[in-house]
């Protein structure tokens, strides 16, 4: 089935277009015109859009005003119970009659009037069946079967959706009940968490809407808990299929689940008109795409995880941008030439910050061409070592400084890295013939080819040589104990968890204790203090 929807182009003009697929979702950050972007979608035809806004009322009395279905449905769609032209009304008591409609800022609270249009379409339900049944009866035919209501379909999504819940109806009155303790626990719908009266609320709202109608949701995510989220929306979607539902949102998590959506980014929203861009045929990671679109900021992917010390550091040092933990290294690299080769679908710089590890200067050099650069220390752990922040922690804990630098510089110099030189030595012949492994090229015209490139590529790799190299390297930096270079071939990830009782803290705190110190009172000294080792190609 196909469906039509529009959009505005950047000037304002209606666009039509067409999904295969029955949700759209339409995402972007804080103050980029969605809610308003709603707006406009259902001003175009106030007849075919159907919008539940952002400001909605979930709070209801117990006993609920019974109507017919064609005033509750009135009061539900336009706000009244008499809409003959809602065209020319605009949904005036629905968003309100002042000079400029409140189509974003209004309360809409309808809890009652949607519970009320509910109860009368499953009477019409019923009662039509009771008629067919009688007739068929009168003429002597097979009795038809009964029809899945519009309440018995409410219970099915229910179930699907909170399934340690039973929602019930006993006289036009809503329950919710469970078991506890072989018993159950019963209480009114009116006594329902904001989590509970939402699924009813939305739930009721989808199921009594007229056929074909373009279902516009405003913060689907509002009062419901992510893990229930995507199951309403899905399950609501499979009992409509007949609309199309379009999303308005900033929660990427549920963007990028509703895997099977279009989705649409806000780029920019000057106030009267919008920039849109369509994501489609991609090939990237669907969240992360969906979270940078939304953050606005110059983008850095980084090494670890989300509470890693590389986050952390880089969080702070480059508190302009956008941090984005990926892992591993091979992640960064990746990431950053897939969001570089799609600049069309950001504005915004993207850059990569890996390691240094063991990588030879000719292989940094290859990186940087492609917005990935190298720390100027091994490994970000390293970054705790460097002798300008080792001065400055000596002094915030009352050590002497000289006595301290020099205790940290002998350890990390003369008894790790001198006991260690041997298994870095090996450790960096091993990568430098990864890295020639994995840059080389294999021809893929037929297997003859690829067998003969592949064995040009193993002749040119000479072991004894790269050998011999990163010993000369490793050797020449030991035997000239310059500290700097020590950390910039000394890939060690516990050494700066071994350094701290030279400064009178724990070892195993004095990582911890520079970051809490990073994030509050000696900002700007520790940012001085590692800025000369981080790369001047990303500006600051």
Not at 176 to 196: I, R
Not at 336 to 349: G, M, V, Y
Not at 468 to 494: A, H, I, M, P
Request: charged letters at 25%.
């Amino acid at each position: 089935m196909a469906y039509t929807y529009w959009l505005p182009d950047e000037s304002g003009n209606k666009v039509d277009y067409t999904t295969e697929s029955n949700s759209v979702i339409i995402v972007g950050a804080n103050g980029a015109g969605k809610s308003k972007l709603g707006a406009w979608i259902e001003q175009r035809d106030f007849a075919k859009v159907h919008r539940i806004a952002a400001q909605r009322g979930i709070s209801f009395n117990k006993n609920i005003p019974l109507k017919n279905y064609t005033e509750a449905e009135n009061l539900v769609l336009f706000g009244e119970s008499d809409a003959k032209n809602p065209n020319v009304y605009k949904k005036g008591n629905r968003w309100g009659w002042n000079e400029h409609a409140e189509y974003t800022t209004r309360m809409i609270i309808d809890f009652e009037y949607v519970l009320a249009a509910l109860l009368a379409m499953n009477a019409n339900e019923e009662h039509d069946y009771v008629v067919a049944v009688k007739e068929a009866k009168v003429n002597r035919e097979t009795y038809p079967n009964p029809p899945t209501t519009v309440i018995e379909k409410l219970f099915h999504i229910w179930d699907e959706v909170l399934p340690q819940r039973k929602l019930s109806l006993e006289d036009s009155k809503f329950y919710s009940s469970f078991t506890k303790d072989g018993d159950e626990v019963k209480y009114s719908a009116t006594e329902m968490s904001d989590g509970e009266r939402s699924v009813l609320y939305l739930a009721a709202q989808v199921l009594c809407v007229p056929e074909n109608k373009i279902l516009i949701m405003d913060e689907p995510e509002l009062h419901l808990h992510p893990s229930i989220m995507n199951r309403l929306w899905k399950a609501l979607e499979q009992y409509r299929p007949d609309c199309l539902f379009i999303y308005i949102t900033h929660d990427l998590q549920f963007a990028s689940m509703h895997s099977h959506a279009e989705k649409i980014w806000i780029k920019e929203y000057d106030g009267h008109n919008w920039k849109l861009q369509i994501i489609e045929g991609i090939d990237l990671p669907e969240e992360l795409l969906l979270e940078i679109m939304g953050s606005r900021k110059n983008v850095i992917f980084v090494e670890g995880e989300r509470n890693s010390y590389d986050t952390q550091l880089y969080s702070e040092l480059y508190p302009d941008y956008h941090i984005v933990p990926c892992g591993s290294c091979t992640q960064v690299i990746a990431r950053t030439k897939a969001f570089r080769n799609n600049s069309d679908l950001h504005e915004c710089q993207v850059y990569g910050i890996i390691d240094r590890d063991y990588r030879s200067d000719y292989e940094i050099e290859k990186y940087k061409e492609q917005g990935i650069y190298t720390i100027g220390v091994a490994e970000v752990e390293n970054l705790f070592l460097v002798e300008e922040l080792i001065r400055l922690m000596a002094k915030q804990f009352g050590e002497d400084v000289d006595v301290a630098w020099h205790n940290v510089k002998q350890y990390v110099v003369e008894v790790r890295f001198n006991n260690q030189i041997n298994g870095q030595i090996c450790e960096s012949v091993v990568s430098e013939i990864k890295y020639r492994l994995s840059s080389a090229e294999i021809s893929k015209v037929d297997e003859n080819k690829a067998k003969e490139s592949l064995e040009t590529v193993l002749s040119s790799i000479d072991y004894d040589q790269i050998k011999t190299t990163q010993e000369t390297k490793f050797q020449q930096v030991l035997d000239e104990g310059d500290y700097t270079n020590v950390l910039r071939v000394f890939n060690q990830k516990s050494l700066s968890k071994s350094i701290g009782h030279f400064l009178g803290v724990d070892n195993r705190q004095y990582c911890e204790k520079v970051i809490n110190l990073l994030q509050g009172i000696k900002h700007d000294e520790i940012v001085s203090a590692l800025s000369p080792y981080l790369p001047t190609e990303i500006p600051r």
